[in-house]
């Protein structure tokens, strides 16, 4: 077997990855969550096993502080061909590509998942998007698949688009990561475009870059998947200028500071594709002979515990396929233990809220109804009614509440779990109690309210509740008594 020695690259770039190592004061598994990489690529990248991608290296690099550009030529020297190996052991190799021949397209899209199910009139929409405007934005709530539709609108286009596809992953919501600031976020992509690392600007803030960017595009016919975005102003920098190179962006806020970017909205699946896609991630062959055939109770319980939600599924489809000996009941078992990679994913939306959204979003836990309006969360909360108002609308926003009507909201049953749960663990139970003394208050003087307010008398008794709301604490129009006909009052 072919020796290599100490003179060989990948030996020297291993080395020198191994000092920025000791540079970073951080063990494999530390650094590797620092820059974004696998602990085992990285072990293999320290122990010269392979030879990174220069992205890892820039990361690397930029952690401890140090310019990349001094490694860009041992890097490539580490990637060029190694020589060949002695006649007893050479295998036919197939023939180098002449100097100076075009280095094939860079595809950097994830595998298109092959159980995609439904989410056609969106795709339709995503497409359009791209044809007319060139960018399209992806929003929806925690594992509603996003991420999925973007790449699977990206794999369809990749033909039309052949000179380059990239997806880079923002983390706007990975859970123990920042998210990726425009600069190393540019960085990342020009390197993938091929661009000479002397061709970069290295001072100058996000300006130079994205001019560089937007100049590298434009003679170029690609599309880029902006995935898990924070806000709008974390992805502007990265959009494609003139040129036809296109862009998806993901995110679960709604981006409403790209006013240009028209936006495609994801809710769940519907019962019927919430039953395929279960079907078709657990592996369960169709006809009567399955396991969700045969327990349909089961089966309907598993999609309600999953709200219908592409992640949830494909989670809990997983599990069946790989336990051939469970029945679905013992699934659907499973699943009401509660805790899931959900919950994990949904925490990361809510802590991107400041302190007083969040305590409104625990508190909405405590409501029992199917929709509620902004009078209801102004007295449960005990926030002034524009206050109330305003954080709904930011909820809204980050898809942690649905608005199916005008002044009407409601939760995802499993986003009301999690706030329920939230709520319980994070809230003393007195607070809890003033708040449900609040909003029943509210309820009865405004029952009250209207009572007074009919035509006639109704012989009802008076309201036996606490002083009615506060005016920082308002209620609905018809919250404050008055005598029978007299006009309502109008809500600030």
Excluded at 312 to 329: D, E, I, K, Q, S
Excluded at 368 to 374: A, L, Q, V
Excluded at 410 to 424: G, K, M, P, S, Y
Aim: aromatic letters at 4%; a neutral charge; charged letters at 20%.
């Amino acid at each position: 077997m072919h020796q290599r020695t100490t003179a060989d690259p990948r030996d020297e770039l291993a080395a020198r990855l191994r000092l920025i190592q000791e540079l970073s004061k951080r063990g494999v598994r530390a650094l590797a969550r620092d820059t974004g990489l696998s602990s085992s690529s990285l072990s293999r990248y320290l122990a010269g096993q392979s030879v990174p991608p220069w992205p890892a290296v820039v990361e690397l690099c930029r952690l401890v502080k140090r310019d990349p550009r001094q490694l860009r030529p041992l890097w490539e020297r580490a990637t060029s061909p190694l020589p060949a190996p002695p006649k007893a052991t050479r295998q036919v190799q197939p023939p180098a590509p002449p100097a100076g021949a075009p280095q094939p397209p860079r595809n950097d899209l994830p595998r298109d998942v092959p159980d995609f199910t439904g989410r056609q009139e969106q795709l339709a929409a995503v497409l359009a998007a791209v044809e007319d405007g060139r960018v399209v934005s992806i929003d929806g709530m925690a594992g509603v698949g996003k991420t999925c539709l973007a790449v699977h609108a990206a794999h369809q286009l990749a033909a039309g688009y052949p000179d380059a596809q990239l997806y880079i992953d923002l983390h706007g919501f990975t859970e123990g990561r920042e998210p990726l600031g425009p600069d190393p976020a540019l960085r990342t992509l020009l390197s993938a475009l091929g661009v000479a690392s002397e061709k970069i600007p290295q001072e100058g803030g996000i300006e130079p870059l994205a001019a560089c960017w937007r100049a590298e595009l434009a003679g170029l016919r690609a599309v880029v998947v902006l995935d898990n975005a924070a806000d709008a102003e974390q992805v502007r920098p990265l959009l494609p200028g003139a040129g036809p190179s296109v862009a998806l962006v993901t995110s679960r806020n709604r981006l409403l500071g790209l006013e240009e970017v028209p936006p495609v909205s994801l809710s769940v699946l519907t019962p019927e594709e919430s039953a395929e896609l279960l079907a078709r991630a657990s592996g369960d062959p169709a006809g009567p002979g399955g396991r969700l055939a045969r327990d349909p109770e089961s089966a309907a319980e598993v999609l309600r515990m999953c709200g219908h939600l592409p992640l949830a599924l494909r989670l809990a489809g997983a599990r069946l396929r790989h336990r051939p000996g469970w029945t679905v009941g013992v699934l659907a078992e499973r699943l009401a233990e509660g805790g899931s990679e959900f919950d994990t994913a949904l925490a990361m939306s809510v802590r991107q809220l400041d302190r007083a959204q969040r305590r409104l979003f625990r508190m909405l836990g405590l409501l029992s109804g199917s929709s509620f309006d902004e009078y209801v969360a102004a007295a449960l909360s005990g926030l002034p009614l524009r206050e109330a108002r305003t954080m709904l609308e930011d909820l809204l926003d980050a898809h942690l509440v649905q608005q199916p009507a005008a002044g009407r909201y409601t939760l995802h049953d499993l986003v009301h779990q999690h706030a329920r749960r939230a709520c319980e663990e994070q809230d003393s139970s007195a607070d809890r109690q003033q708040a449900l003394r609040r909003l029943l208050d509210y309820y009865v003087h405004a029952a009250a309210a209207a009572d007074a307010a009919m035509p006639y008398a109704s012989g009802s008794r008076p309201a036996t509740a606490g002083p009615p709301p506060r005016p920082r604490c308002p209620a609905s129009p018809a919250s404050t008594p008055r005598s029978p006909g007299s006009p309502p009052s109008t809500p600030t």
